[in-house]
Structures are given as C-alpha cells and as structure tokens.
C-alpha cells in the first residue's frame, strides 16, 4: 500500500498541527502516516482471526521437572477493542503481556452491530464477573483502545464496576468526545461519543468514591481525536494520569512496543494515588 494512497484520510489532522503550510509536512508525520498504513495492511489480513471469541483454555499442570515459565503477580487482564474492530488488534500486545509474565490476559469481542455504550458496558461487566468466577480473582485490570476504553470507563464509573476493575489503560479513547467525522454520524454509537452526547455528560457527572485508577495513553497525531486533548481524562473525582505519546497514530497506539512497555508499567503499579504524569516518547 502507497502512502501517498491514505495521505488524504490525515489532511486535516495536518491542517490542524500546521495551518497555511501543508506542503512542509514535517518528517514526522510522514513516518507516523506510512506506520499507520502499514498496520492498517497487517491488521486487514489478521481480522478474520479474530471474528470469533477467544477459546478459554483450562490450565494444566506442568508434569514434573517441566520448567515453568514465571508468571507474574495480580488480576487477569481483559482487553476491549474499537469501533469496528475485534480482538485480532490485540496480537501483539498481548505477546508483550505474556513476555512479560502475564499468563492471564483474555481479549473480549462485543457485536459490530452494537448501537449503545450502556448496553455494551453492561455485557462487558457480565464478561468480567464469567472471569472473575472462573479465575478465582475479585478484580481485573482492563486495557480498552478507542471506543473500548470508553465502554470499560462507563462500566467502571456509572455501572458499580470499580468494584472490579483496579486498573483502567485506555488508548486513544474519545473521554470528552470526538468531533471527527462527521458524516459517521449515522451510527447510533458513533453521535454518543460526540462532545455533549448524553453518555458523555454522564461520565462528566460526580462519581465520589470511585476505586479505581485510571491511566490515559493520548497521541498527538491521533488523526480520530479531534480535539487531540479528548484522549486525556480530566475528572476531579477519578485518580487519572495521562500519558502522552509522539510521533504515533491511532492505530498504533495497541501495536508500538513503547506503549506496551508503558502499559506493563501502569499494570504494575500496585495501589492508586499517585497522580504524576508520565510519559512516553515514540521516535
């Protein structure tokens, strides 16, 4: 695939960082444009892989003297994909997961045909208690890219699911809403995350209380946030931190192993209540 082919769809994501000077487009956003591409061609081939939900192996024990790879501590992991997507976008970061030591991440699909994020967030939480009872575990983290991010912070905030989610990483999630797009408007789901719509006015609402730690990887050339600060979770009653990242897109944000490595940071900090922001540089 020509980069010059999908130039068009970043236009005005480059109108917006360099107004009057188009034609200078800066190297940077040349490489983030073709890696974009790049991971758009890989992830059509891998999309049929992953239409079906996930088998759930039954873990079996090691036979003697079978090395055991180390597994490390703390809640399984669920990760949620975007806007018509499944959990094939995944692939990767969930190898980086289980290098890691992570042998308990599981990747949920919710219907393409899905046309609400309450009723997603409500099935996402039947999901989490199926795992929770079958793992033993009273908590999951969760890593939710886009639109997932956004059915995992409602389940977590307006639905009573800190009581089960002690970490929440979303990636290039629309919190106070995009305003990309605007022939998409078609799709039920796609006006809720508008600024303004009414699932973004709740999650605007108080939540006092709430448990869980929320951690917000944001780009600043993610061509579907508009504005680019939407990515980031401003909320005086939620223990957020917001981690920008360079020099990467959208579609990036599951796949580049600098955000993996922070994802495996924000999963390892053990307890809420450290607020400083981080950050990841990607050349």
């Given at each position: ?33 073709a890696l974009e591409a790049a991971i758009l061609a890989g992830h059509l081939l891998l999309y049929p892989t992953g239409l079906l939900q996930e088998r759930r192996p039954t873990a079996l024990p090691a036979a003697d003297g079978t090395a055991r790879l180390p597994v490390r501590p703390g809640p399984p992991v669920v990760l ?204």
């Amino acid at each position: 695939m020509k980069v010059t082919g999908v130039l068009p769809l970043f236009l005005p994501l480059c109108r917006r960082l360099w107004p009057g000077r188009l034609a200078g487009l800066s190297v940077t956003l040349l490489k983030a444009t073709a890696l974009e591409a790049a991971i758009l061609a890989g992830h059509l081939l891998l999309y049929p892989t992953g239409l079906l939900q996930e088998r759930r192996p039954t873990a079996l024990p090691a036979a003697d003297g079978t090395a055991r790879l180390p597994v490390r501590p703390g809640p399984p992991v669920v990760l949620l994909h975007g806007f018509i997507d499944n959990r094939s976008v995944f692939v990767l970061l969930r190898r980086a997961l289980a290098q890691d030591g992570r042998q308990r991440v599981e990747s949920l699909n919710y219907s393409p045909l899905t046309c609400d994020i309450r009723i997603a967030a409500e099935l996402l939480g039947r999901h989490i208690e199926e795992i929770c009872e079958r793992t033993g575990s009273t908590q999951v983290d969760i890593v939710g890219h886009s639109l997932g991010g956004l059915i995992a912070r409602y389940y977590t905030q307006c639905l009573g699911g800190d009581l089960r989610v002690r970490t929440l990483v979303t990636l290039g999630t629309p919190h106070s809403g995009t305003r990309v797009a605007p022939l998409a408007n078609a799709h039920p789901i796609v006006r809720q995350m508008r600024p303004g719509s009414a699932v973004i006015e709740e999650l605007s609402r108080p939540a006092p209380g709430c448990r869980t730690r929320f951690v917000s990887f944001w780009s600043d050339l993610d061509s579907l946030m508009d504005p680019l600060e939407t990515a980031c979770l401003e909320h005086p009653d939620l223990d957020a931190q917001n981690v920008r990242v360079s020099g990467i897109g959208h579609l990036a944000l599951p796949v580049h192993p600098a955000v993996a490595a922070g994802i495996r940071e924000a999963l390892d900090a053990p307890l809420p209540g450290d607020r400083t922001a981080g950050g990841v540089t990607v050349a």
